[in-house]
């Protein structure tokens, strides 16, 4: 493939547009895999790339954080063409060109292999959010988590990582409790599996209190700021929470009085850097006993190249609910 589609975000007059255009392998960064690339994901952070322009470094740029494929040539041995092959992270469309591409080529340490028991759709069905919500739940049980404990919280589930937090957790026999901002999607987060649905509001911490009624055995937190607040301020005994994100906000005012008095765990998570061994270990997972039940039309939407730019303001917005894919070289 020497020609070749990509959304490209290119600037002038001070101005940044994105568009398709037509490019060649020379546009290509350096890199020692070469991938043929059969679908992406659109995420939160490809937004804040795409439409407000944070974290790129230069100029023109592929936006797109994902990416699953096939190898169509590498330098390094650990490859060869043919090999089907995820890519996630890293400075994958944020300072090294992404997924919004046909056609890609990234450095060989960056690269996955498919594991048996997903497509390359499903992979980017999951995507860094599925990677981020089965990093959090493995977190969470490195911590001791069970599913006798007590109910878990999932923030934000109806956004990409929590409605796959939500799967996962209820597949493996744990008591889900979802919070959402959207009154409508009850039914939907049912379907994900869901014990109890409760507002946004309820988990929202509106007087800085540190210490309220316990109430969680753990938490997936993709939210951040007040939410975060108040997620520390009623986990159980020894609980955990896993943080991923921070659409909520990057504050989070609280004391020492959970962690001292009640010894809660609070859990960063970082897909973007994940070792090599535990990216592949959660990716096997991922395959195996945290596949969630529902990688369906209930929680996907595909879109061309073309509409990527007006979801990218659905996700600002916080009108797409669970993944939405991008078909590139198509179907498998």
């Keep these: 493939m020497n020609e070749f589609q990509a959304l490209v975000l290119t600037k002038g007059n001070d101005e940044a547009t994105l568009s398709v255009k037509k490019l060649g392998i020379q546009d290509l960064p350096k890199g020692d895999v070469l991938i043929k690339v059969s679908y992406s994901s659109v995420n939160y952070k490809d937004a804040m790339v795409g439409v407000h322009h944070q974290m790129v470094k230069s100029f023109p740029h592929i936006p797109g954080i994902d990416l699953a494929g096939t190898v169509i040539e590498s330098s390094d041995d650990s490859y060869k063409a043919g090999d089907k092959v995820i890519v996630t992270s890293y400075e994958l469309g944020t300072g090294h060109h992404g997924g919004f591409s046909e056609v890609a080529r990234v450095p060989k340490e960056w690269v996955v292999p498919l594991p048996d028991g997903l497509t390359l759709r499903e992979a980017m069905i999951l995507g860094t959010a599925g990677l981020t919500a089965a990093l959090s739940v493995q977190r969470l049980e490195d911590n001791g988590l069970t599913p006798s404990q007590g109910p878990v919280l999932v923030a934000g589930a109806t956004g990409g990582v929590g409605s796959l937090a939500v799967d996962m957790l ?13 009154s409508s999607e009850k039914e939907y987060l049912k379907k994900l ?3 109890e649905i409760i507002s946004r509001e309820e988990v929202t911490d509106q007087d800085n209190t540190p210490t309220r009624e316990k109430r969680w055995a753990a938490a997936v937190d993709p939210v951040g700021g007040s939410t975060l607040q108040y997620i520390l301020s009623t986990l159980k005994n020894s609980g955990s929470v896993a943080t991923s994100g921070l659409v909520g906000g990057i504050e989070v005012k609280t004391t020492v009085l959970p962690f001292i008095g009640r010894g809660v765990n609070w859990l960063g998570i970082d897909s973007v850097q994940c070792p090599m061994e535990l990216r592949r270990k959660v990716w096997e997972r991922l395959a195996d006993d945290l596949k969630p039940s529902n990688l369906n039309e209930e929680v996907v939407n595909e879109v061309s190249l073309e509409e990527v730019e007006g979801t990218l303001q659905d996700i600002l917005e916080g009108r797409v609910r669970g993944r939405t894919i991008v078909k590139l070289n198509g179907a498998e």
């Design 193 to 195: 599996g869901a014990k």
């Design 170 to 182: 209820a597949k493996k026999g744990y008591d889900v409790t979802a919070s959402t901002g959207s």
